[in-house]
C-alpha cells in the first residue's frame, strides 16, 4: 500500500466527524428552544459534514481498494487462503457502513438542509424526528467504524 496511514486517517476523519455531529452539534441543535432554529444549527452542521464525510469516506474507500491490489499482487494464489474470510467480513461491514453514511448525508442530511429553504416554518414534531434519525444513524456509524476496525486487526 503506497500510503498505509492515509487509510487509517480517514477512517479515524470520518468517525471523528460523525462522533462531533452525534455528540456536539445535534445536542446543541436540541438545546434551541425555536424549532426554526433548532433546524437551522442542524443545518449549519450537516452542511459541513454531509461533503466533508463523502469525501473522506472516498478517500478511505479508494485507499483500501489500491491496498487489495498490492497484496493480491503480492500474495498471488495465498491471497484468498490468507486473508479470504477476514476480507469477505472487513468488505461486507464496509458495504453496511456506506449505506448507512450515504443514509444519513444524503437521506437525512440533505432533507435537513433542504427544510431550511422553504419558506413555510417546519414543524417541531418534525425537526425533532429528524435530529434523533441523525443521532442514531451516527451511532450506528460508529459502531461499524468501531467493527471495521476490529475486523482489520485480524489482517495485519
Known sequence: MMY????VAALLLYAAATAVVLVYSIPRA????????R???????????DPFSMAVLGVMVMTGAFALTGYKDALRERFFQQ??????????VVFILI???????FGLGNRLVGQTELEEPPRAEWVASMLTRIQITAGLVLVLCALISWIATAML
Not at 4 to 7: A, D, I, K, M, S
Not at 83 to 92: N, P, S
Request: aromatic residues 10%; without cysteine.
Open 4 to 7: 498505509p496511514w492515509l487509510h
Open 30 to 37: 436540541r438545546a434551541q428552544s425555536d424549532p426554526t432554529a
Open 39 to 49: 433546524l437551522a444549527r442542524a443545518a449549519r452542521a450537516m452542511k459541513l459534514y
Open 83 to 92: 486473508m479470504g474470510v477476514v476480507l469477505a467480513w472487513k468488505l461486507g
Open 99 to 105: 449505506i448507512v453514511a450515504a443514509y444519513l448525508a
